[in-house]
């Protein structure tokens, strides 16, 4: 557990992002344990809306906006079909920690017609994507207020990532 978390740490601020304390002591779950994780991980469906959002991360112990600043890794990457079904990238630099996520989240995107899973693309360029579960943050007040934050202020972003 330790090398995965420790990776992550280093990951995050070699591409630009917050420093980020890490403690060694994580400890896995034992080979018999292994039928209390949910089948399809701890992630969320991403095809799905606000409350699985806060089902699946309220389950892990986070409020609505360490789960809105956790979700901004989004920032990094992009999805790929042979893995989960979406095609795409969230914005124009997959390796670069920042708030541009938020920043685009704030945008307008609509349903990109195409023959995989119900997908966004932005309307500006048609180039970017966001998940079901990325728009829903932009449609429930709760999660709402926190992506305004964190569109504003990369500071408080980081701050709250980290």
Known sequence: GDLWTLGGVVAVQEAGGPKIKWRPGRVDSPPNEADKIPENGRLPDA???ADHIKSVFGRMGFNDRETV???GAHCLGKCHPSRSGFDGPW???LT????????????????????????????ESNSFMMLPTDIALKEDNSFLKYVKIYAADQDVFFKDFA
């Open 96 to 123: 670069m920690f920042t708030n541009d996520f938020f920043v685009r989240l704030l945008q307008n995107w609509h349903v990109r017609k195409w023959d995989g899973p119900k997908q966004y693309e932005d309307d």
């Open 47 to 49: 095809s799905q809306g």
């Open 91 to 93: 914005g124009p630099s």
């Open 69 to 71: 600043a956790l979700i």
